[in-house]
Structure formats: C-alpha cells, structure tokens
C-alpha cells in the first residue's frame, strides 16, 4: 500500500495577511508551493493536494472562548467596530494588528490543519498530512498573540479528541519561539504532550518555555521544554534533538505525532538569533519520518509556523516535504524560481542552493572554545534532565 501524504493548500491562505509592513507576509506560502511545484514534488505518485474549507464555528470554539470567536467575527465584518476594546484580546497595532476578513482568514486555516488531521486519523493510507499555513501556536483561548487569531492546532487537536476521545497525541514544536499557547491549552491533558524546542525565554517572545513548566494535575509531566541558548548552531541542536526526541516518543507511544515546523531557528531570520542553517532541518525531517514510522503508529500532521525570511521558508518546508515523500533533492535551486524570488524579494540575498552549504556558528564555535564548552555543558544538562526527569514522568 502507498503511503501517502496530503498536502492542505489554497491561494485563499494569501488572505491571512496583516499588512505590507508586517514581517508574517503570506507571500512565503506562495513561493513555497511554487518551490514545492518547480522541484517536482507536486507530481509526486504519493502526494495528494487537498483543497481546505474553513472550520466550523463549532470546531472553533472547542479550543476558544465564544466570546472571543464572536469579537472575531465582528471584527471581521467592521474593523472599526467601536463596541470593542481590541486591546483586551490581544488586537490592535503592534503584532496583530485588526484586518478586514481577519475571522474567514483565520477559520481557514484552522480548517486546513484540521482537515490534515481528518484525512491523516481516518484514512489508512494517508501517513502524513501537511499544512504550510497552520502552526499558529501563540493564539490562546480568549487572546490572539504573536501574530495568531486562533489556534489551528488547538483547534485540529480537539478534532482528534472529538473523533476518539482517549487519543493520546504528540505535539512537537520546532519553532524558535516556544509554543506557549498550545502548551496552555493542554496543561492539564496527559493525553496531549507537549514538547518545545525554542530560543530560551529569557531572550525571547514570548518570555515562557522554561524547563519547570512541566503540566499540571493530571497534565503533570506532560509539559516539555527546551529552551535553546541564542547561537546555537547546526550540530547543537541537531544533537539534542536526535538524542531527546525517539527516546520521548518511544516512551509516550503516542497514537499520532503533531509537529509545528516553524524554521525562524534559521541564522538569517530577522526575528532570532539562532544559529541553525536549513540542513539542520534536512536533517530534523528524516528523525521524524524515522520516529513517525517507528514509535508514533505511522501518523504524522505536520503544519508549518514562523519563518520570517522570504526565501529560507521556501527551501526548508519543501526539504520536509521531499523527506515526507522520500525523495532525494540535490543541492540545487530551479532557475525560474530564483528569478521569481529576485523578483519578488528584491530585499533578500538570493539563494542559489536548496539548503545552506556553509555553518556560520560551526565556524564561529571553532574559534571560541570557552563558548563552546558552554553550549556543550548547557546541552548536556538538557539530555540529562530529558533523562532523569521527562521520561520518567512520561513513562510512569
Ligand atoms: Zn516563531
């Protein structure tokens, strides 16, 4: 039987937009798919693309106060709606700013992640369901935040609960800011784990993410966090991740594995100061296609989340979708989208290869060891806690 993956995408997803002078531009979605489309991945005998519709208002308010879903709407229709005081819900100028269409751009792609997690549960066949669009982590149950309205993944978990109340799911985000509100969301749920990898909170929106946010109640344990110091490169992480993630997954045995693939980890994205280069994320892609096939029942959602530089988004999310597929790219770049980009980013360096040859920290690292015997003990600490502490707690 062919595994398959299905791949959630619309232009519709273009609406989702705050504004020109907003770093979260939809265009990074468009010159994804083209990527996607130019690399041949789009034609792929295991690939499927679905078209979403936008969520109910029922499937939203599974995960958002009806208050804050009605405010929503309205704005939607009237911008200027002067009985709203958008301050309260986390609106206004700034990170969310108000937009016309805001509730039917939102619901959308809470519809696509949830239509991932539809096809992906019901459907044998269907290993992997992909939404670039999703990953809108910071929204929480009554306040929009970091650039999210509402919580596609909230919103495309409580799907899977509604389809099988005792699922037991796997949230994994790779995003350099830590998945606060979806790690609210289930504090309490030992049926949803959560686990963080991010830019240490004491750098970094939004502020949260520390390794003793561990769950409460029932949730207790089920709460995971990483917090990664600013610079870490390539191989730090990569490591970390390697050793922590399939020994986690292999002791929860989650029924399906949910990832936020945010790639604002990358050296060049204008909002952190991480130090991982795209191959990092190559790299990332095959631990979780191994992990999804070996401790996570063949089931993988994956949805996307920041990234913030207009041509390091492209490269990487196709990079996963290869590895969802199993295709081996070369280290190249098609030379119609390279124009593309020229043209429709003329801000940016143009890239020329798929994923970046050189390490910029790896070398920066080499020539300081006192900073390297830092991030070393500091990840060391890390794997020792995953060990002595989160799978424990996990496995009890
Ligand atoms: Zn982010």
Not at 20 to 32: A, E, F, G, S, V
Not at 175 to 201: A, K, M, R
Request: with cysteine.
């Amino acid at each position: 039987m062919l595994e398959k993956v299905a791949l959630i995408y619309t232009d519709q997803y273009q609406k989702y937009d705050f504004g020109p002078d907003h770093p979260l531009r939809p265009l990074r979605l468009k010159l994804t798919y083209d990527l996607m489309e130019r690399l041949n991945l789009l034609k792929h005998e295991r690939i499927e693309i679905k078209k979403p519709i936008i969520a109910t208002r029922e499937q939203i308010e599974r995960a958002h106060d009806p208050e804050y879903v009605e405010v929503i709407k309205k704005l939607d229709a009237n911008p200027n709606d002067s009985s709203i005081f958008p301050y309260d819900y986390g609106l206004g100028p700034g990170d969310n700013p108000i937009f016309k269409g805001m509730y039917e751009a939102s619901a959308l792609v809470c519809g696509a992640s949830t239509l991932a997690a539809d096809l992906v549960w019901k459907n044998d066949d269907i290993m992997i369901g992909f939404n670039p669009a999703g990953g809108l982590h910071h929204a929480n149950k009554k306040r929009a935040s970091g650039f999210c309205i509402f919580n596609d993944i909230a919103v495309a978990i409580h799907h899977l609960k509604y389809l099988k109340k005792d699922i037991r799911i796997a949230y994994l985000d790779i995003d350099c800011h830590h998945g606060d509100g979806v790690q609210w969301l289930f504090y309490d749920d030992p049926n949803v784990l959560t686990i963080s990898f991010h830019e240490s909170g004491n750098f970094l929106f939004p502020g949260t993410g520390h390794t003793n946010e561990v769950g409460e109640g029932a949730g207790k344990g089920y709460s995971i966090n990483f917090p990664l110091l600013p610079d870490t490169s390539n191989k730090m992480f990569v490591k970390l991740f390697r050793y922590c993630v399939p020994r986690i997954l292999e002791a929860y045995a989650p029924d399906v594995l949910f990832t936020q693939l945010g790639v604002d980890m990358h050296y060049s994205d204008p909002l952190t100061q991480m130090g991982v280069s795209i191959s990092a994320y190559k790299d990332i892609a095959q631990t979780l296609y191994t992990c999804t096939h070996d401790y996570c029942q063949n089931r993988w959602i994956a949805v996307g989340g920041g990234g913030y530089s207009m041509t390091v988004v492209p490269r990487a999310w196709s990079l996963f979708l290869a590895r969802m597929l199993d295709v081996n790219l070369e280290n190249e770049l098609p030379p119609e989208w390279i124009e593309q980009v020229k043209k429709e980013v003329p801000g940016e360096d143009t890239p020329y290869l798929l994923w970046d040859r050189d390490d910029r920290t790896e070398v920066q690292l080499l020539s300081n060891p006192e900073l390297t015997k830092k991030m070393i003990d500091y990840n060391n600490s890390l794997k020792a806690l995953c060990d002595n502490e989160f799978i424990p707690n996990i496995s009890k």
